[in-house]
């Protein structure tokens, strides 16, 4: 209000300033605008993109996970190739401890779960059969590790029984392969099952493991 | 003032260019939402190992899983049988259960190998046959296939993962079986074995319901009918021994 003529702009300077000023917001808006643009490609692309390797996943995949039992690697299991598995009277001395497979006697034994030691020669013509056989030695495992063990063996093919001066207090064997342990929540154990479980490496899996004969102390 | 007028009219023409925009969004959008879909599937199509088969937790494999510990069962009735009956009608049938199923178990065996998936199961038993049927249907319990064995109508769901499956002697009913002898046990395998195949064809009836594969429903089919046909023999030999 209280400026000097001096300094008070003309009309015409006025004029200018007023649409340099419209320019500039313009120019302001243009320039958002243009940025909005760039990122609402930009975003759409990724969208787009993903949204393929989505559906490609999806599709691919078609809800079916996919675990071929032979890519599944086995922390700690030791294995033996060119087991020899000839039917034979008497004791047979077997080349691990407890037997992962070899000679065996005639008749198998009928799989379940036992409370005395078993005999080896027939356990072993159930590893050939496609059994698992879990093994506690009872001077190394509570209760609980026996009730988790028998809890972890498959209600068909397994063998679970006591077997005593074993160097760890758990073993579980499949023809071929064994697993040392000493806490039946390892989760290499239950890799070992669905590894090794009726699996094709044995030489007969799928024949019976029932209408054999019963080992000492079978409970179920 | 002068600048509020420009605004109105700005916000005119902006809103029929918006609208207008708005159009051309929905029509760009709709156009890219065809051509990722068509692309997805075709690349996902093109570069997955054909042919898609049944993987680790389909209900293929379940059924392959339970039913050849089923079919177990059968053959280890079947040859205990065999060792403690005279009667040629008995024994005949035995024989033919045993091989039968002998066979029928080492075929979801092969199954399982050439889908790649592993004979353990990755589920609890059963679990396959919670899942919903093909026509997305679930059915009621009362309509179990156990109840009207061979008809064709949607099994249900009436069980839940982990539950024994349908018709399994019990360990008790075997030792029972192993114990008897003669008359007493056959007339003890025929009614556990009638019951047995009318789980087997509860099962296999669930199978029918949930899968396409054609290995796998003509599998199905096939046990129905032969396991209906048992039964129906097997009721015959057991009022012979009423």
């Known amino acids: 209000m209280a400026s000097s003529d001096k300094n008070k702009p003309s009309v015409k300077q006025q004029r200018d300033a007023r649409r340099q000023e419209k320019v500039a917001a313009l120019k302001r808006q243009q320039a958002v605008q243009k940025r909005n643009r760039i990122v609402g490609i930009s975003v759409a692309s990724v969208a787009g993109a993903a949204a393929v390797a989505l559906l490609v996943t999806f599709v691919v995949t078609s809800g079916q996970p996919r675990q071929d039992p032979d890519d599944i690697t086995v922390a700690g299991v030791q294995t033996w190739d060119d087991l020899t598995a000839n039917h034979v009277t008497g004791a047979v001395d077997y080349e691990m401890t407890p037997p992962a497979g070899g000679d065996h006697a005639g008749v198998w034994m009928n799989c379940g779960v036992y409370t005395e030691q078993v005999p080896n020669e027939n356990a072993v013509h159930d590893l050939e059969h496609g059994a698992v056989w879990f093994t506690y030695d009872p001077a190394q495992v509570t209760d609980d590790q026996i009730a988790a063990v028998t809890d972890l063996a498959p209600s068909t093919y397994s063998v679970v029984s006591p077997y005593e001066g074993m160097d760890s207090p758990m073993y579980v064997s499949a023809w071929g392969a064994q697993l040392a342990f000493d806490d039946p929540a390892d989760p290499a154990v239950a890799d070992f099952v669905t590894k090794y479980w009726k699996s094709s490496n044995a030489p007969e899996p799928g024949a019976a493991c029932t209408g054999g004969v019963d080992g000492p102390g079978k409970v179920s | ?242």
């Open chain 2, 1 to 242: 003032m002068t600048e509020g007028d420009d605004g109105a009219t700005g916000s005119g023409g902006a809103a029929r260019a918006s609208g207008a925009r708005l159009v051309r969004l929905v029509v760009a959008g709709v156009l890219a939402l065809a051509i990722v879909l068509v692309a997805g599937v075709a690349i996902g199509r093109l570069s997955s190992p054909t042919p898609v088969v049944p993987g680790d937790r389909s209900v293929e494999a379940g059924f392959s899983r339970d039913m050849q510990v089923h079919h177990e069962q059968a053959v280890e009735m079947a040859m205990a049988i065999r060792d403690r009956s005279d009667a040629d009608d008995v024994r005949t049938i035995a024989y033919d259960i045993a091989t039968a199923q002998s066979q029928q178990a080492g075929q979801m065996y092969a199954w399982l190998e050439v889908w790649g998936v592993a004979q353990a199961p990755s589920e609890p038993t059963m679990t396959w046959m919670t899942r919903p049927t093909l026509d997305g249907s679930y059915g009621d319990h009362e309509h179990a296939g156990a109840a009207t064995p061979g008809d064709g109508t949607t099994p249900a769901p009436s069980h839940t993962p982990g539950d024994p499956m349908p018709g399994l002697a019990t360990p008790a009913q075997m030792d029972e079986l192993r114990a008897a002898d003669g008359v007493e046990a056959e007339r003890l395998f025929l009614t556990l074995m009638i019951a047995h195949h009318r789980g087997g064809i509860e099962m296999a009836e669930a199978i029918l319901a949930r899968s396409d594969d054609r290995q796998v429903v003509d599998f199905a089919r096939g046990m129905i009918a032969t396991q209906q046909s048992d039964i129906d023999a097997m009721q015959q030999m057991l009022a012979r021994r009423a």
